[in-house]
Every structure is written in structure tokens, then in C-alpha cells.
């Protein structure tokens, strides 16, 4: 079973975290049969943490976590605090397959997805 894990960074402006969990609703009902569970968590700030939100697939039945890391450049937390985060899961259950995907920045459309977002009055 195969399980998608949205990561954001937290915020302390609670609404800032709940977007992320809307979204995740909205990542869930697109997903189809892709991912059988998604879930979010966040590096600080908020809840559940990373190893948390692992833990919860894991118990959910997942035996693939796909990490997505919401971020938009490859700074500290995608190089280096994600996978140091993700790390002790993966050796404590080396039996799932938790992997890391590219962060999103890195996806290729990024650029049209800010033009389209520029053409949309705010």
C-alpha cells in the first residue's frame, strides 16, 4: 500500500498549517488509486512532526511512504533536516520503502504554474 506524505515547513499562524491540511484533502480525493493514504506533516511548528506522520502510514498499512517536501528551493531543511528527519524511520522500519521526492521547486512546472498564477488577479 502506497502512501503520499506532504511535508511543510509549520508555521505558528495556525491558519498557515491548516491550508496545508486542506490541501492534503484536496492531494487525497486526486490521488485515486496512486496512494492509498496521504497525509501531511511539518518539520516544526506544528503537528504532526515528520517521524509522526511516517508513523501514521506505517500504522495505516502503508508499505511505500513517498516524502514530498513543499518547499521551493533546496535549502537546509530539503538537504539536510528532511532526511536527517526521515532517517531514523527508514532504519526502524526497513521494511517499508520510505523514499524522498524531488521538493517541488525542482519541478519542471514551476515556471508555468507562476505564469499562470501571475495572470490571476489576487
Same mark, same amino acid.
Given at each position: 500500500m502506497q502512501a503520499l506524505?506532504?511535508?511543510?515547513? &509549520?508555521?505558528?499562524?495556525?491558519?498557515? +498549517?491548516?491550508e496545508v491540511?486542506?490541501?492534503?484533502?484536496?492531494?487525497?480525493?486526486?490521488?485515486?488509486a496512486s496512494y492509498s493514504i496521504v497525509r501531511c506533516a511539518f518539520l516544526e511548528l506544528?503537528?504532526?512532526?515528520?517521524?509522526? &506522520?511516517?508513523?501514521?502510514?506505517?500504522?495505516? &498499512?502503508?508499505t511505500e511512504v513517498v516524502v514530498l517536501p513543499y518547499f521551493l528551493s533546496a535549502g537546509r531543511h530539503v538537504v539536510t533536516d528532511i532526511p536527517n528527519e526521515v532517517r531514523g524511520k527508514q532504519e526502524e522500519y526497513p521494511q517499508v520503502n520510505i523514499r524522498i521526492a524531488s521538493y517541488l521547486g525542482? +519541478?519542471?512546472?514551476?515556471p508555468d504554474l507562476l505564469l499562470a498564477s501571475a495572470s490571476v488577479p489576487a
Amino acid at each position: 500500500m502506497q502512501a503520499l506524505l506532504l511535508i511543510a515547513h &509549520g508555521s505558528r499562524r495556525a491558519e498557515s +498549517n491548516d491550508e496545508v491540511r486542506t490541501l492534503t484533502e484536496d492531494l487525497k480525493t486526486r490521488a485515486g488509486a496512486s496512494y492509498s493514504i496521504v497525509r501531511c506533516a511539518f518539520l516544526e511548528l506544528a503537528e504532526p512532526s515528520i517521524p509522526d &506522520g511516517i508513523e501514521l502510514c506505517v500504522k495505516d &498499512g502503508a508499505t511505500e511512504v513517498v516524502v514530498l517536501p513543499y518547499f521551493l528551493s533546496a535549502g537546509r531543511h530539503v538537504v539536510t533536516d528532511i532526511p536527517n528527519e526521515v532517517r531514523g524511520k527508514q532504519e526502524e522500519y526497513p521494511q517499508v520503502n520510505i523514499r524522498i521526492a524531488s521538493y517541488l521547486g525542482a +519541478n519542471a512546472g514551476i515556471p508555468d504554474l507562476l505564469l499562470a498564477s501571475a495572470s490571476v488577479p489576487a
